[in-house]
């Protein structure tokens, strides 16, 4: 397979090499991978995420596998392993079902190859479109708010609504980003406080509970995130906390935007109650843990729930940015996303 590199991902010397995430920002340390239960591991931790990201790196794995002489049964296996780790952004299926098909050619390994090489730089043109279609949104000036990480980290491009966010910067808009820092993985405080310096755009850090005087105040003009799964009717799973901010931002009467590539949607999903939202450990509720070491503050026996993904419907959805243009209500009330997969 020919070498392919991205921010946090790359397909060099033959071998996976996957930037670990939960590491970031202090440190910057790259794993070499070379087994489905290592890959697997890597994704149940978080240290590979990202919707469109989680999928390229398992399908970038099951193509070493191929290259490596693994049988037809072993990447079949190998698939349905990758499948299985994290339920909600549907990307990871997306790419799974492409593998599939790929092994049921003639020439199988070869077709795993190219299926991956593909998809690795299929996203990277998806995130260009996306973020051209969106900074179109942006005015002058404006202060945007964004939820979890969804830029380069999480992708092979530029990223999603954080790719957006990228291409009014190098317009020239103006712009400044609040940040939610994104409880509980901190996803915000970590990874796009960390993007976003690395690119130079003006940024604020903030408690995911403090967007609502932010907003009442005054200080918000448009919401941008990303999507883990949008169903067939607009509704969409993002990680938990984004439903919160659809509600405050309709009822401070300010845009609120999803930005998604193709992959990210599923039409064989009814709407938002269909998509399966992943439950993780009750200790990244109880405490915290990265980089700097790891701490709880809740009783060893609280019970706790731990959603990683909320599902904001339609109804307060203002605009759907996807690689193909921008969507309003309307427009997907009308069947768009179906005619689009
Ligand atoms: O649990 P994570 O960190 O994988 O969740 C990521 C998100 O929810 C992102 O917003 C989503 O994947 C879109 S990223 C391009």
Known sequence: MKELVARSLKFQHGVVYVLDQYLLPHKEVWHECRSVEQMAELILTLKVRGAPLIGLAATLLVA???????????????????????????????????????????????????????????????CERMANFGAELV??????????????????????????IHQAH?????????????????????????????????????????????????????????????????????????YNLAVLAK????????VAPITTLDEACPHGKAIPIEERNPKEVTGVSGSFGSCQWAPNDANVFNPAF???????????????GVYDGAAVAGGVFTRLR
């Open 139 to 164: 005015k002058e000036g404006d202060n945007v708010l964004t939820h979890c990480n969804t830029g380069a980290l999480a992708t092979a491009g530029i990223g999603t609504a954080l790719g957006v």
């Open 310 to 324: 909320d599902v904001t419907p339609a109804e307060l959805v203002t605009g759907w940015v996807l690689d193909t």
């Open 170 to 242: 190098v317009a020239n808009k103006g712009i400044h980003v609040w940040v939610d820092e994104t409880r509980p993985l901190l996803q915000g405080g970590r990874l796009t406080a960390y993007e976003l310096a690395s690119w130079s755009i003006p940024y604020t850090l903030i408690c995911d509970n403090m967007a609502a005087s932010l907003m009442a105040a005054g200080k918000v003009d448009k919401v941008f995130v990303g999507a883990d799964r949008i169903a067939a009717n607009g509704d969409f799973a993002n990680k938990v906390g984004t």
């Open 64 to 126: 070493y596998l191929a290259e490596q002489g693994a049988t037809k049964h072993e990447l079949a296996s190998a698939i349905d392993d990758l499948e299985a780790t994290r339920p909600t952004a549907v990307n990871l299926m997306h790419c799974m079902a492409k593998l599939r098909r790929a092994l049921k050619e003639s020439q199988w390994a070869d077709a795993i190859v190219t299926s991956a090489e593909s998809l690795f730089e299929e996203d990277v043109a998806l």
């Open 251 to 258: 009822h401070h009467n300010i845009p609120f935007y999803v």
